[in-house]
C-alpha cells in the first residue's frame, strides 16, 4: 500500500490518494477479502472456495451446504468454512448472505483482532455504517437479520453486543463489494475489502477496480494465491491526485446517478458531470440529420413510447418469450430510430437487449448490426477505458465474427482487447480469451484478404461439418455486473 495515503478528502471525508505517477493499466494496489460468500441464489452451482463456475460440485459432507470444485478447493476454503459448517449443522437451516458474510467477518476478527494485515490501513470499526441513514423499511430488515444472526451464532463462540453485530450488517450494506465469476461476467457473490472502502465515488473516475480470482488449483496449497480485489488506473493520476471509482453506471441521467447514490450510498454526488450535468443532453436527445433536429415534443413522445416498450421487453425477457422480446423490439425501434440519437439511453437499451437475443437465436446478422450500433453508441458516452464499453466490444466482435463480417469483427475484438488491457490486465482469464479471439480472427483477416470467396467457401464449409451450438440464454439486466458495490435487494 506505498502507492496510496489516506487523506481528508474535501465535502467526501476519508479517500485515498496517489504518492507516485501513475499510466493507463497500472495496479495501484491489490487487497484480498476480509471475507466473501456466495449468493444464496447460487450456493449449488458456484465454488465456495475459489468462486468459480463449475457443472459439478462436490458437497460438503458435513453441513450439506458448502460446495467445491474439488478437494483441493475444500481443503483451501475450510479455515473459512469451519466454524460455519458447526454453525449451520446446529441451527438445523443455512441463513442469508448477509448473515453468513457477517458471521464469517466477526469469527475472523476474534480470531485476528481488527488489524489482520501490515497493509492494512483501516479497521471495520473505523468505517462508516450509516444506519442512523437508512430508510424505516431498511431498519426492518436490519432488525430482522440482527435477530436470526443471534439464533444462528453459536453459543461457543464469542458473544459481541448488538451495536457491534449492527455496525458490521451497516458496513457491509453499504460497503460489500461484488464478487464475480472466473470470467468477470455474472455477479456471483458478495464479499468485504477495507482499503476498498477508502476509494472514494466520481461519476467520470479515474480508477476501476477488478477481482482477481488468484490460484487455488494446486495440489499443494503453499503455492496458492489469494482472491484480490485489484485498483487500476484508468489513464495517467497525477501524484497526489485523488483515487476514484465509479459506485454507478455512468450511462444513467445525472438526476438518477443522484438519487441512487443518495439512497444507496447515502452522500450527494458533487462531481463536475453531475454538477453539470454532463452528457445529458446525448442520453435524451433527438436525431439529427443534415442539421435538422426533431422538436422537443416529437423527442418527449418518442421517448415515453421506448420508455413503455422496454418495460413490456423486459417482461416478456424474464418470462423467456425471446421472439416476443424480437418483435417489441423492433416495433419501437422502427417507429422511435428516426427521431431518437444514437445516443439516447432507452434505445440503446433496445439495441444492446435485440441485439443479445438475435445471437442467442442465431440471427447472427441482425445482431450484429445492432450491436454495432450500440457500441457506436457507448464510445460516444462512455470514457475510452470504461470496462463496460470493453465488455460491450468484445460481443459485438464475437456477434460480427458469427456473422461472417471477419473486418468489423476484428476491429471491434482489437479495441476490447485494447479497453480490457487497461481495466482488466494481461493474466485475467477474459483478457486471455479476447487474446485467441484475436489471433483467430487476424488469421481469418489475412486468408479473407487473399481470396475472399475461398475464405466464405472454407467458412460455410466449416459450419456445415460442425453444427452451431446453442448459445447461453441471454441474462436478466440484474445479472450483470454494471454496478461495482453490492447492493441488497
Request: charged letters at 25%; aromatic letters at 8%; a negative charge.
Amino acid at each position: 500500500m506505498e502507492n496510496v495515503a489516506i487523506f481528508d478528502s474535501p465535502g467526501k471525508g476519508r479517500g485515498l490518494k496517489a504518492t507516485k505517477e501513475f499510466w493507463a493499466g497500472d495496479v495501484i494496489f491489490s487487497e484480498p477479502s476480509i471475507s466473501a460468500v456466495v449468493f444464496d441464489s447460487l450456493s449449488e452451482r458456484i465454488c465456495h472456495s475459489c468462486f468459480r463456475r463449475q457443472d459439478k460440485l462436490q458437497r460438503c459432507g458435513q453441513c450439506k451446504f458448502g460446495h467445491y470444485c474439488d478437494r483441493t478447493c475444500q481443503r483451501a476454503g475450510w479455515a473459512e468454512h469451519k466454524q460455519e459448517c458447526g454453525a449451520i449443522k446446529a441451527y438445523g437451516k443455512v441463513p442469508n448472505e448477509n448473515i453468513r458474510l457477517v458471521a464469517r467477518i466477526l469469527w475472523r476478527l476474534d480470531k485476528e483482532g481488527s488489524v489482520m494485515s501490515d497493509t492494512q490501513l483501516i479497521t471495520l470499526e473505523e468505517l462508516e455504517d450509516h444506519i442512523d441513514d437508512m430508510q424505516e423499511d431498511e431498519l426492518k430488515e436490519l432488525k430482522v437479520d440482527i435477530h436470526n444472526f443471534l439464533d444462528f451464532w453459536p453459543r461457543t463462540s464469542k458473544q459481541h453486543t448488538i451495536d457491534n453485530i449492527s455496525h458490521i450488517f451497516g458496513v457491509i450494506n453499504c460497503n460489500g463489494f461484488t464478487v464475480s465469476d472466473q470470467r468477470g461476467l455474472q455477479a456471483v457473490g458478495v464479499g468485504l475489502f477495507a482499503n476498498l472502502c477508502l476509494v472514494n465515488h466520481d461519476c467520470w473516475p479515474n480508477c476501476t477496480v477488478i477481482l482477481n480470482h488468484g490460484n487455488q488449483s494446486a495440489v499443494n496449497t503453499m503455492f496458492h494465491s489469494q482472491r484480490r480485489i485489484e485498483l487500476r488506473s484508468l489513464g495517467k493520476i497525477e501524484e497526489g491526485e485523488e483515487l476514484t471509482v465509479s459506485y454507478v453506471d455512468f450511462l444513467n441521467l445525472s438526476e438518477e446517478r443522484r438519487r441512487l447514490l443518495k439512497t444507496q450510498y447515502f452522500f450527494d454526488c458533487t462531481c463536475e458531470h453531475c454538477k453539470n450535468n454532463i452528457k445529458d443532453d446525448l442520453k435524451l436527445g433527438g436525431l439529427e440529420v443534415d442539421g435538422v433536429k426533431p422538436t422537443e415534443e416529437q423527442v418527449k413522445e418518442a421517448t415515453d413510447y421506448c420508455f413503455q416498450m422496454l418495460e413490456k421487453m423486459d417482461n416478456a425477457r424474464l418470462n423467456g418469450n425471446y421472439h416476443e422480446v424480437v418483435k417489441i423490439c423492433k416495433d419501437c425501434i422502427e417507429k422511435t430510430e428516426p427521431v431518437l440519437a444514437d445516443t439516447h439511453i432507452y434505445q440503446l437499451r433496445m439495441w444492446s437487449t435485440l441485439s443479445e437475443v438475435q445471437a442467442y437465436l442465431q440471427f447472427f446478422n441482425e445482431a450484429a448490426e445492432y450491436a454495432r450500433k450500440m457500441v457506436q453508441g457507448y464510445m460516444k458516452l462512455y470514457h475510452p477505458n470504461n470496462a463496460a464499453l470493453g465488455m460491450a466490444a468484445m460481443r459485438a466482435g464475437v456477434t460480427h465474427w458469427q456473422a461472417g463480417e471477419i473486418e468489423i469483427g476484428h476491429g471491434m475484438i482489437c479495441k476490447a482487447y485494447a479497453i480490457l488491457m487497461v481495466t482488466h490486465g494481461p493474466t485475467h482469464p477474459i483478457t486471455k480469451d479476447l487474446e485467441a479471439m484475436r489471433m483467430q480472427t487476424e488469421m481469418e483477416l489475412r486468408m479473407f484478404k487473399q481470396n475472399e470467396y475461398v475464405y466464405h467457401s472454407m467458412r460455410e464449409a466449416a459450419l456445415k461439418n460442425k453444427p452451431m451450438a446453442m448459445m447461453h440464454e441471454p441474462n436478466s439486466m440484474e445479472e450483470g455486473i454494471k454496478n461495482l458495490f453490492h447492493r441488497k435487494k
